[in-house]
């Protein structure tokens, strides 16, 4: 089993990302998404996508982030817009299987000027 992210990067306030992960190895995929963590702060969800397109953001992305799974539904995408410092943290993607979550390694969003 492997998550594969990309696209993390350096971005200047008010700059876009959009990062990418791709899962292989899992059977069946209920849901797909992106937690985050800054440093000295715990992990928390960012973006979740489900198998039936149920889509959840926290409060704090909505309206500046957009989740999407691609056709295959083992790749999920974010698109990070009107990005700001406190968007900076580690970016884990994250696959729901039958019994178990699936972590990627995590890609860093940092947003400083």
């Known amino acids: 089993v492997q998550l594969q992210a990309s696209g993390g990067g350096l971005v200047q306030p008010g700059g876009s990302l959009r990062l990418s992960c791709e899962a292989s190895g899992i059977f069946t995929i209920a849901a797909m998404g992106w937690y985050r963590q800054a440093p000295g702060k715990e992990r928390n969800l960012v973006a979740g996508?489900?198998?039936?397109?149920?889509?959840d953001y926290v409060d704090s992305v909505k309206g500046r982030f957009t989740i999407s799974r691609g056709n295959a539904k083992n790749t999920v995408y974010l698109q990070m817009n009107s990005l700001k410092p406190e968007d900076t943290a580690v970016y884990y993607c994250?696959?729901?299987?039958?019994?178990?979550?699936?972590w990627g390694q995590g890609t860093q969003v940092t947003v400083s000027s």
């Open positions: 994250y696959a729901q299987g039958m019994v178990r979550l699936y």
């Open positions: 996508i489900s198998t039936d397109g149920a889509i």
